[in-house]
């Protein structure tokens, strides 16, 4: 191997190490905790994370900044006061050396150690364009020119230009990631596709970060078996202690491989231990980033009490009543939508039109959120080659909920295309998950599969946190579909970490609901039974400092009672608790669950070799609605098909 084979990208762990001793983002974010007076949300240093850290401990950097840089505060100043220092270490110096000798080499740390340690390195940082002859290309920019740190800056993704030449730089090498988390917005969704035509791809991290979330970020290249993830190398001679080092064991695999020399003092510095870290105070006006933080973390009662307190300082009247009133629009209740009703008595005229055709989209979404699907279908009936794609999506979702599954489809499809043409990543990726849930349920399971692919998953971590977990949440049930229950576990506890970092109890009951059927797919009747306690729970009393829009909703409560009825039927061979259980089910508003609570009251019937009376209920909803999987199931029914009992997986 040569250093011309290496394509090596760089992230901020390379930069933690002594002499360098910059920090993580993590440590930034708890330092602007400490500031802001959020201690709650700091994990403790000894004892378990708490509920609040653990939010965070989710939280992307760039959502973050942009919620900092919104409330004034100077982030760019702050940033490079912190990064601004430090000395280049052994890994900064064998990366400089690798490059200077052929290697492609890229980072997203914004401090200057590599070029430092190489005098005369050509860089050429973001927002220039790349040169295919600069050494070190740095996409996210660079100490003392201009950086991407919000969440506005990586919505767009990578510009075609650099895009290109990453394109360019990782075909035919040997990838090597260095300290690197995979958690950029804007590299996050091209990855799998840009390391297709890598050699192969080797990642150097502490022997107990989470594999899965790489396997995950790099599906075809760990399916193909070319995802490598480096073994610890034992320390250098002279090393004060012997933890791992991920900096070290990259300048050992490159001493190795005979890519560089190694400069002893230089690899034992690496282990040094690093001082205490001295954050200067952020610069701005730093009382309004306290609730802008608040609302990202997903508190949005402390945020609307720490707006109201900011009232009686005139400094800072017009911008806390202008956050208020977004809190209170975006995140509102029931009498938030009940006063915005009055917004439709403007006449949509002049000035007016632009702020009541808002305030009555305002007032649908909070319909929709409150699981008021009905009122959605009523309040969106008119629907024009005008209409934003936001009206057209929310109506898609209660098409879901109370219609045609293929209409739900094909209006969430118009609402993508329309969403495309706004350049809104939030709208798209909205529409793209309202498209593939509808076709999941559906039972279009080929078409689901590339619309999470080819259309959600791309655009979910440029839009929001919440997206990338309603992934989360279909791969995990699509992952029901063929049988692989263990998968879908992975993928639901992954859905609800993020969801949890949103604080959205929604979600998290979403996936909780869901992963009830992968239990019984598993046959593990314990996690059954807690999972269901839990879901029961959070029906009814939801969790302290979650947002719970839909507590108590029936069709939650539906699908609740047809994985008890399926439980009962087939894990402990309770036919009269299945059949009460869907007794209550068939009495459902929604005809998703009427149908499945027809279907299970027929294969009880055939249990008790009855008549199954019920199929042709379930059939004709199930025809009606375009719900394929439950139609094909009523038809093994009616036909006494010798597996027309096994099991109900439908989620």
């Known amino acids: 191997?040569?250093?011309?084979?290496?394509?090596?990208?760089?992230?901020?762990?390379?930069?933690?190490?002594?002499?360098?001793?910059?920090?993580?983002?993590?440590?930034?974010?708890?330092?602007?905790?400490?500031?802001?007076?959020?201690?709650?949300?700091?994990?403790?240093?000894?004892?378990?994370?708490?509920?609040?850290?653990?939010?965070?401990?989710?939280?992307?950097?760039?959502?973050?900044?942009?919620?900092?840089?919104?409330?004034?505060?100077?982030?760019?100043?702050?940033?490079?006061?912190?990064?601004?220092?430090?000395r280049s270490n052994a890994a900064h110096k064998v990366i400089a050396e690798l490059a200077t000798q052929g290697a492609k080499v890229w980072t997203v740390n914004f401090d200057?150690?590599?070029?430092?340690?190489?005098?005369?390195?050509?860089?050429?940082?973001?927002?220039?364009?790349?040169?295919?002859?600069?050494?070190?290309?740095?996409?996210?920019?660079?100490?003392?020119?201009?950086?991407?740190?919000?969440?506005?800056?990586?919505?767009?993704?990578?510009?075609?230009?650099?895009?290109?030449?990453?394109?360019?730089?990782?075909?035919?090498?040997?990838?090597?990631?260095?300290?690197y988390g995979g958690r950029?917005?804007?590299?996050?969704?091209?990855?799998?596709?840009?390391?297709?035509?890598?050699?192969?791809?080797?990642?150097?991290?502490?022997?107990?970060?989470?594999?899965?979330?790489?396997?995950?970020?790099?599906?075809?290249?760990?399916?193909?078996?070319?995802?490598?993830?480096a073994d610890p190398y034992p320390p250098p001679k002279g090393a004060d202690h012997d933890k791992q080092n991920p900096s070290w064991d990259f300048v050992a695999w490159c001493v190795e491989n005979d890519l560089v020399d190694l400069d002893t003092h230089a690899a034992a510095q690496l282990f040094a231990d690093r001082p205490d870290n001295h954050y200067p105070p952020l610069p701005g006006k730093t009382r309004l980033a306290t609730p802008a933080v608040q609302g990202i973390l997903g508190d949005y009662?402390?945020?609307?009490?720490?707006?109201?307190?900011?009232?009686?300082?005139?400094?800072?009247?017009r911008n806390a009543l202008t956050g208020l009133a977004n809190s209170l629009l975006n995140h509102g209740s029931g009498a938030v939508s009940l006063a915005l009703w009055t917004a439709r008595l403007l006449p949509p005229v002049g000035r007016l039109a632009p702020i009541t055709t808002r305030l009555e989209r305002t007032r649908i979404t909070i319909l929709a959120n409150r699981g008021r699907h009905r009122a959605v279908l009523q309040a969106t009936r008119r629907i024009g080659p005008q209409t934003v794609s936001s009206v057209l999506?929310?109506?898609?979702?209660?098409?879901?909920?109370?219609?045609?599954?293929?209409?739900?489809?094909?209006?969430?499809?118009?609402?993508?295309?329309?969403?495309?043409?706004?350049?809104?990543?939030?709208?798209?990726?909205?529409?793209?998950f309202q498209k593939a849930f509808a076709l999941l349920w559906a039972g279009r399971l080929d078409k689901a599969r590339q619309c999470v692919d080819e259309e959600l998953a791309p655009h979910a971590l440029i839009a929001a946190n919440r997206w990338v977990a309603w992934t989360d949440f279909l791969n995990g049930s699509l992952a029901v579909y063929n049988n692989r229950p263990d998968d879908a576990l992975t993928m639901y506890a992954l859905c609800e970490t993020r969801f949890r970092a949103e604080a959205l109890l929604d979600g998290v009951m979403s996936a909780t609901v869901a992963s009830l059927a992968a239990h019984r797919?598993?046959?593990?009747?314990?996690?059954?039974?807690?999972?269901?306690?839990?879901?029961?729970?959070?029906?009814?009393?939801?969790?302290?400092?979650?947002?719970?829009?839909?507590?108590?909703?029936?069709?939650?409560?539906?699908?609740?009672?047809?994985e008890r009825a399926e439980f009962a039927r087939i894990h402990q061979q309770d036919l009269d608790s299945a059949e009460g259980h869907y007794t209550t089910l068939i009495q459902?508003?929604?005809?998703?669950?009427?149908?499945?609570?027809?279907?299970?009251?027929?294969?009880?019937?055939?249990?008790r070799s009855h008549p199954p009376d019920h199929v042709g209920t379930s059939l004709r909803i199930a025809r009606t609605i375009g719900a394929r999987y439950l139609e094909q199931r009523a038809r093994l029914v009616a036909e006494n098909h010798p597996t027309a009992t096994g099991e109900l997986f439908f989620c």
């Not at 200057?112 to 005098?119: D, H, Y």
């Not at 945020?303 to 300082?313: C, E, F, G, N």
């Not at 459902?588 to 027929?602: E, F, I, K, Q, R």
């Open 1 to 86: 191997m040569r250093p011309h084979d290496l394509f090596v990208f760089a992230g901020a762990g390379v930069s933690v190490s002594m002499p360098a001793g910059l920090p993580m983002f993590d440590w930034l974010r708890d330092e602007v905790f400490h500031q802001l007076g959020l201690d709650s949300y700091v994990a403790p240093r000894n004892g378990p994370a708490t509920p609040a850290s653990k939010i965070a401990a989710a939280l992307a950097p760039e959502p973050f900044m942009l919620s900092l840089t919104r409330a004034d505060v100077d982030v760019h100043a702050w940033l490079h006061a912190v990064l601004g220092r430090g």
């Open 112 to 179: 200057t150690l590599i070029e430092n340690a190489g005098p005369g390195l050509r860089c050429v940082a973001w927002p220039d364009d790349p040169d295919p002859d600069a050494l070190l290309l740095k996409p996210h920019g660079s100490l003392g020119g201009q950086l991407v740190v919000t969440a506005e800056q990586v919505l767009a993704g990578l510009a075609p230009e650099w895009l290109a030449q990453l394109r360019r730089d990782v075909a035919g090498r040997v990838v090597i990631f260095l300290g």
């Open 184 to 229: 950029d917005l804007d590299f996050h969704p091209v990855w799998d596709d840009v390391l297709a035509n890598a050699v192969r791809v080797l990642w150097f991290d502490y022997a107990n970060v989470d594999r899965d979330s790489r396997r995950l970020l790099l599906r075809r290249v760990h399916a193909r078996g070319d995802l490598e993830f």
């Open 301 to 317: 009662a402390a945020a609307q009490r720490s707006y109201l307190a900011l009232l009686a300082d005139p400094r800072y009247t």
């Open 393 to 432: 999506l929310l109506r898609s979702a209660a098409l879901r909920f109370t219609g045609s599954l293929d209409e739900a489809a094909s209006l969430a499809e118009k609402a993508y295309q329309r969403a495309l043409r706004e350049q809104h990543p939030v709208r798209v990726a909205h529409a793209a």
């Open 521 to 562: 797919q598993a046959g593990d009747d314990d996690a059954f039974t807690r999972t269901l306690e839990h879901a029961e729970q959070m029906l009814k009393s939801g969790e302290r400092g979650q947002r719970y829009y839909t507590r108590r909703h029936r069709f939650t409560q539906g699908a609740i009672l047809a």
């Open 588 to 607: 459902s508003p929604y005809p998703l669950n009427t149908a499945l609570g027809h279907l299970g009251l027929a294969i009880v019937q055939l249990h």
